[in-house]
């Protein structure tokens, strides 16, 4: 059963991964690739947080540049942000980047190929997700009424068959679900069909993306005291193959496994997902060769920037830089930012706002925001961080397949800790294959703690950073990868991610957060715990709409 159907109707690592050592006994040969691994934001990140944590002062500004708003980090929710005001006619603010210009929503070329470095696919919208089907209509993807029940998207964006293949026992199999069927699977289909239509003592429906939209009933809102395993163990679930894919899901979607996380969550990810397409099967998602960069960036393209150092305030302007420091200032919010300058050292420019949308995630806000404990937030509110591993193989030619299911968009491995790999040309692919193509292998680190995975992402070494990101494509094609290879980027996500885990729905700091409207207002698919487009974006056109009154 393909994913699509099923919505509608590091202890392992060192165990499968080449490691150093077997590495130099020549695993590559004499022709290794390229290798390039990216700590992404690492080092920015870290910047910031030592100075903005140090007793020192910090140091004075070169610069001052005043605007109305300023917008602190361009992920998916400052990016929302930006264009909603943009769209309305609001042109006094400043989008600053922050250590990752594009967050989660970023995207590389490797040998002219696109390919994406985090999030890869957007499922389709349902009509709760106005905001976002009204972002895919202004870029021509969703075509005539977005507040239809079933629009028409662009074809091209329409993930093209095959969706997903599944490698299980050491054969594929064209479906994600192995073994299909069973009572148990038919049960909880049916279980998910009904949900989709529940509603709560409020009137509202049980699981609504954006989440915030979802009933406050308290009785479905218990589900968050239980994991997914312990409702699915409630409910008398016992097909392996269910259990499975559950917990696939949860470490695909949520970056850990389906014990750590909410019954709530898990349920929402399956019955809140009911968007329709006219020409598409329900169910289906929109994909780029590049994943979600393609989409930030042409929401970016109908901003009207002008220039960064202008001072003209009738533009929207762009900042590089992190913020080290954000206060209230008086009427004003000052925000002190460091940017890389002449010969790699940084210099520090004042951006002085009456207003400020924090768009940063909340790990780095609890250590530039000034005051944001008196809001209410504190750091043992701060939601679980998961890790992850995105690596990109540009390959010379396809690798030859064998057997019957040819290569599909996404393939997966069921006896994997890692998560497979994803096709970046799958969209490209008509009569014949492109040349060249990039495989792009995503791996949770979900069979370890966060704080071990981001220790062993800070101390390992490049052979093993590439091991742990090759293992998919080694468990299915061997050795003969290898001379496919023309080079390799890996990019570690060291909190790539907030994993709603059980009781945090009720989360007070996360409420504070999202309650909060002052000067400083927050805007992150942080204050969801639930790191996906939707949610990111449901908070940056909640953040521009309050800031326009």
Known sequence: MQRRHFLTTLGALSASSLTACEWGKGVLGRSTPPVTVLRTGMQQGHAARDLAMSTRPLPDPGETIHCDLAILGSGAAGITAAWKLAREG??????LDGPVAGGNTAGEQLGGVPCPTAAHYLPLPSQDSIHVREMLASLGILRGDPNAVAPEYDENILVHPLHERLRSGGRWQDELLPHAGTPDQARFLATIATLREARGNDGRRVFVSPLALSSADPHWRALDALNFRDWLQREQYTD????????????DEFGTGYTDISAWAGLHYFASRDGHAANAEAGSVLTWPDGLNSLAQGLLRQVPFGNDSSSDTTRPRRLAGSALRVREQGKQVEVLVMQAGPQGAPKFVCINAKRVICAMPLHIAQHVVEGIRDLGFHSEHLPRQAPWLVANFLLRRFPDEKGDVPLAWDNVLRESPALGYVVA????????????????????????TPDRARMWMKQASDSDVLAAAAQDLLAVYGKALWPLVEQVHIHLHAHAMASPTP?????????????????????HADLSGYSVFEEAGWWGWRGAVRALG
Do not use: M, S
Request: aromatic share 14%; hydrophobic share 40%.
């Open 90 to 95: 609001y042109r006094n603010f400043i989008l």
């Open 240 to 251: 392996k193959h269910l259990h499975w894919y559950a917990n696939y899901i949860c470490r």
């Open 503 to 523: 009781g945090f729905l009720g989360n007070p700091g996360l409420q504070a957060l999202r309650e909060t409207d002052g000067r400083i207002r927050f805007a």
């Open 425 to 448: 040309t799958h969209q490209l692919i008509r009569v014949a294959k492109p040349e060249r193509t990039v495989f792009t292998t995503y791996n949770a680190l979900a069979e370890t």
